[in-house]
């Protein structure tokens, strides 16, 4: 039998035991999940949205399956970064994973708030993420993360008061992905995650009651891969940061995809609403396709995409 593929990862002063994360909003606080799975094989979880003071979200019904993806408006419901430090980050912070706190504010002076406490609040925690792009309600940062200049304001200010490494997630909702990145790159951001969900709409059957009372959702899911796949591979040559691809990986095929694209690491998100164990799946997966392809490192999926773009004769020309 072949030896097993190191799938260790090293990224952003990060260092994953391999390159698959759980993403924001779609696996809870890491803690929900333990009965289901051990945790402890993750490469990294990303823990539900933190704000300031606690929301309870938007009324429900708040999902909604479609033949290719889901529609969200769950509008950021969590309990809140003094909660979050009180009750969940204790046992996050016996794992040995990395976790990930998702941040997010109505104002630059919000985020910067949340992740000074939990700063102070000493270890437990891996990184920040900050989510400039949920779509699903105006508390949610849209306005940092559709324009540039925003997007760098509220990224240096953060990095002012972090001394861990800091993730900027960037939505796919604007004309064109790179200057987000760059103006992520440019205020300090030690690595970008994309992407989080599209603005999709729905309508009921009913005239004038749609499923999802809000209307437009964050739409997410295998049906958005190809386009997450095109900007992560856009984004990877426009940035000297790395890059964590996001958007509708399902299995191990589907984040080797992402890697070739040249991102770092995947985060899972949509799948563990119809699999639960989505996400150790994807690692044995990944693990089995690497070892197929005769692959010794799963970071020689990465490396290789950018390797063979230097060397094709389109690169040289
Ligand atoms: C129900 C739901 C809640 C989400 N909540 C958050 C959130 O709080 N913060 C965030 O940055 N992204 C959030 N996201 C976006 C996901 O983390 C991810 O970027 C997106 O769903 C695309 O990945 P996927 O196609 O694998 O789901 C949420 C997604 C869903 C489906």
Redesign the pocket.
Known sequence: MSKAPDMAVEFAGLRLKNPVIA????FGYGVEFEPLLDLNELGGL?V??LSREPMAGNPPPR?AETPS??L?S?G?Q?VGVDAFLREKLPRLGQLNTAVIA?V?GETTEDYVEVVRRLEAAGGGLAAY?L?L??PNTKRGGITFGSDPALTREVTAAVRKVSRRPLLV?LSPNVTDIVPFGQAAEAAGADALCL???FVGMQFGLAPGQPPIPAKTA?F??PA??FQ?LRLVYQTVRAVQIPVIG????LCGADAAEFLRAGAAAV?????N?YDPRATVRIVRELEACCRKAGIRHVRELSNNSQESERDSPKSRA
């Not at 993403?23 to 779609?26: R, W």
């Not at 996001?246 to 990986?249: K, L, P, Q, R, S």
């Not at 985060?267 to 799948?271: D, F, L, N």
Request: net charge positive.
């Open positions: 993403a924001s909003g779609t990303v539900k949205g999902l993806g889901m969200n769950v950021l969590n998702n997010f993420e989510n792009s949920c997630k992407v989080n969900t964050g997410s899911g958005i891969r997450a996001i958007g509708g990986i985060q899972v998100g949509t799948a609403f």
